[in-house]
């Protein structure tokens, strides 16, 4: 039958890593979204209280794209004393044409990471005001790593601060970050100082407190919150939904279920009707994103099954013209 | 990081093939299912109508089992006008200890078809009556074959009738099956001479419209309905709800969404909160099957993730004792 091209995660970073054009493609695949045709289902999720996991499938079919993914991210949280990574996983890529398999990228997880850092990019170009001196991560795991790294991407920052609960860990993250970034990265005394001497603040925690309160908010900041992602988690101080001028989210259905409009509708801040503007239809033009630099903006990133479909494409794309890959005869 | 497996679906082939040991490992697997703590999401379900095309994605987790399954089905109709088959897929399996990605099975449908056929198998060991003389068939493609010889592995039955819309290719179905399975096999002039014939009857089409009323039903009739997958489909007049005497299926939640329940609810004879017998509880031994060789019954399935663990689990296991597959470092 069908060859079935097999790539590594090896393989895959030397085809994919964090770069304006990756933003570019996430943007794209954002703006079809909005403007109609795609088809994107509820994520699939699973709980595993037993063996403390859980699995997520996303997909998405994106028309005009060549293929489609279909994701698959097991997370189990007990790994790490067993020495493995939580979080691994790959994705199925199938034909947009003829639905037939045409690869698995066995990525462990490493192209999720590429595009939700990728997605906290384009929140940046279209939400972050223009001039940003100072800029923070709360948080200090692989996406305080990358979201830095692509908010760099889009502005033009001086000084990157950084702040968790572990200060050992900010302090590691300190160092190492400002040899990568090429910029001064230094700990916050606090989530409320780093706050309030930022224009560009984003959360990366598996908080199910808020780190961020509304009463630290500023004229002329943006936060991007991507770290909830299932119903118990939350970063962000509900009342952020009132007194923000602008709150975009990547997807309103999953954000109700999943992200940070649900704690909002819990605390009576915003009905469980709320239609918020969503990341796509800014990307896509269709409804403004910052107008002012004064404004106060938060964008709530859940990670959707169409960033999938468009990284895994690009991937496959990048793959095929470098001659990478095990083609199986499947 | 670890190693994966790939499994072509020619090694797939060498491992799996349907048996009465198949069927007691997807019986026990159905036993699990009722006996609780599988977690088995609703099937994530895809419609392309753009490409004429579906996805479904089916997975369960089964507690003492060592892995699980996340089976991607595609269904792409108009593949045959290009020269290629409808359907493919392949199966994604985790440990179940730590989630991480152990093999992939390329098996283009391969280990769905033995699964889907061993259900029946299952049906007919408990709901069948002991007595099979004459056996029908209705539909005339794969599953009508592998139908009939997952039946003949439970019942001794000595000959079968195939009906389908189409005489000619039932006419090859006849020729071809009498050889495979060693009894003679004759096509019926009718869908109602074959039912009122036969004490088994297996129903594999993607009909819209009831095949079989409930006119034609007798005492001693076991019918298996597998045809229904999706909300479209209809294979069995919804009155046969009201006239048998034993109605079970494989997941209630899957049949009234997908499966026979569906028209039986939109006809008005039964309620959309039946709980009707689910052949996992009868393999199980928690109800009933079949108490009485006169009696009228009736099995819809619809296909379940814990029936595709279940041969995922069981083919990796029988490759990796008989050393196939490819080792990739992912």
């Known amino acids: 039958m069908a060859k079935i091209k097999i790539l590594t995660e090896a393989e895959l970073r030397q085809c994919v890593s964090l770069s304006k054009e990756v933003h570019d493609v996430i943007a794209a695949a954002f703006a079809r979204l909005a403007q109609g045709g795609v088809v994107m289902p509820p994520v699939l999720s699973m709980e595993l209280p037993q063996v403390n996991g859980e699995v997520d499938v996303k997909t998405a079919f994106v028309p005009g794209m060549e293929n489609f993914a279909i994701k698959v991210s097991p997370g189990f949280f007990d790994n790490p004393l067993k020495g493995l990574p939580s979080l691994n996983g790959l994705m199925v890529v199938l034909s947009a044409e003829t639905g037939i398999v045409s690869a698995v990228l066995l990525d462990n997880g490493y192209l999720t990471d590429i595009r939700t850092a990728a997605a906290g990019g384009v929140a940046a170009r279209f939400m972050a005001p223009r001039q940003v001196t100072t800029a923070g991560v709360i948080g200090t795991g692989l996406q305080a790593r990358l979201q830095a790294q692509a908010l760099l991407l889009e502005r033009q920052v001086e000084r990157l601060q950084v702040w968790g609960r572990d200060r050992a860990k900010a302090e590691q993250y300190a160092r190492e970050q400002t040899g990568v970034l090429g910029i001064p990265v ?145």
């Open 186 to 330: 230094s700990v916050a005394d606090s989530a409320e100082a780093l706050v309030k001497s930022s224009q560009v603040v984003i959360t990366t925690t598996p908080a199910k407190e808020p780190v961020i309160s509304a009463d630290w908010l500023h004229p002329g900041l943006h936060i991007t919150a991507m770290g909830t992602d299932s119903p118990e988690k939350n970063e962000i101080d509900p009342a952020v939904f009132a007194k923000a001028d602008l709150v975009a989210v990547d997807r309103v259905s999953q954000s109700l279920e999943r992200g940070e409009m649900r704690s909002a509708v819990k605390a009576g801040l915003i009905s469980a009707d709320t239609v918020l503007p969503e990341l796509p239809g800014i990307s896509a033009g269709l409804v403004p994103g910052r107008v002012a630099e004064d404004q106060i903006t938060l964008c709530d990133l859940t990670g959707t099954g169409v960033q999938d479909t468009a990284i895994a494409d690009l991937a496959l794309h990048r793959a095929t013209a470098k001659g990478l890959g095990t083609l199986i005869d499947s």
